[in-house]
């Protein structure tokens, strides 16, 4: 299974991940829980809210976890099959075991968009 966590600081979960262009991306071998794999930094062209093409590195995984995002981001994301969570969890690593788990994450804490 591949997992991108945004992470504007490569350490957090922020929201509006719509705007982000740093991602955390885990992968797991199934015995030691996950690993990270690469850390992608993207152009601003990249980041999803500005990016019109059809072959975008998230569209590879199959989970994104952000802090928050709107509707139109989780679509987008689920036509290419990548599920979205967003939460309130803060620790990339615990929130990729959690999901890994089958254990719910926190919900977003609710902001304007």
Do not use: W, Y
Not at 83 to 101: G, K, N, Y
Request: charged content about 20%; some cysteine; aromatic content about 6%.
């Amino acid at each position: 299974m591949k997992i991108a966590v945004t992470s504007q600081n490569f350490r957090t979960i922020p929201g509006h991940a719509g705007k982000t262009r740093r991602f955390l991306l885990f992968g797991t071998d199934g015995q030691d829980g996950p690993q990270e794999l690469e850390r992608l930094d993207l152009p601003p062209e990249m980041a999803m809210h500005e990016f019109r093409g059809d072959d975008h590195p998230l569209f590879q995984m199959d989970v994104l976890i952000t802090g928050g995002c709107g509707a139109g981001f989780i679509q987008r994301l689920a036509a290419q099959g990548v599920q979205v969570i967003a939460t309130a969890a803060t620790d990339p690593v615990e929130a990729v075991s959690a999901v890994l788990a089958g254990r719910p994450l926190p919900p977003p804490i609710p902001h304007e968009h």
